[in-house]
C-alpha cells in the first residue's frame, strides 16, 4: 500500500521557521520525484518545491525562493521541507506528492505526481 505521510505542521509566529517531513511507503523511493504543494482556502493547490529523482534537481516557487529547502533521505524515504522566515501568506495545508521521475521543470504541475498525502497544516500569525 502506497502511503505518504506528512508531518511537522503546526502555528507558528510570522519569522518563525518549520520543518515539514513527508515519509514515503509502498513503492520505490528512489525513482520518484516528491514535491510539496500547499493549499489555501479559497485558492487553488500551488506546487511550492521538488526535489527530482533522476538528478536531484530542485525547484522552488517564486514565493519559496531564498526561505525554503527542500532536501530528501533515500535511506530513510524521507523528503523534508525547511521553511524560514514564514509570513502570514504561507498559512495553508501543505501536501506532498510522488510522481515517477518527474522532472524539476515540470514539478509544479499537480498531474505529473501518481500520489498524494493527507497534508499537514501551517498557520502563521501575524
Known amino acids: 500500500e502506497v502511503q505518504l505521510v506528512e508531518s511537522g505542521g503546526g502555528l507558528v509566529q510570522a519569522g518563525g521557521s518549520l520543518r515539514l517531513s513527508c515519509a514515503a511507503s509502498?513503492?520505490?523511493?528512489?525513482?520518484?520525484?516528491i514535491g510539496w504543494f500547499r493549499q489555501a482556502p479559497g485558492k487553488e493547490r500551488e506546487g511550492v518545491s521538488c526535489?527530482?529523482?533522476?538528478?536531484?534537481?530542485?525547484y522552488y516557487s517564486d514565493s519559496a525562493k531564498g526561505r525554503f529547502t527542500i532536501s530528501r533521505d533515500n535511506a530513510r524515504n524521507t523528503v523534508y521541507l525547511q521553511m524560514s522566515s514564514l509570513k502570514p501568506e504561507d498559512t495553508a495545508v501543505y501536501y506532498c506528492?510522488?510522481?515517477?521521475?518527474?522532472?524539476?521543470?515540470?514539478?509544479?504541475?499537480?498531474?505529473?505526481?501518481?500520489?498524494w498525502g493527507q497534508g499537514t497544516q501551517v498557520t502563521v500569525s501575524s
Open positions: 509502498g513503492f520505490t523511493f528512489d525513482d520518484y520525484t
Open positions: 506528492a510522488a510522481g515517477f521521475s518527474v522532472l524539476a521543470r515540470a514539478c509544479k504541475i499537480r498531474h505529473a505526481y501518481d500520489f
Open positions: 526535489i527530482s529523482s533522476p538528478d536531484g534537481s530542485r
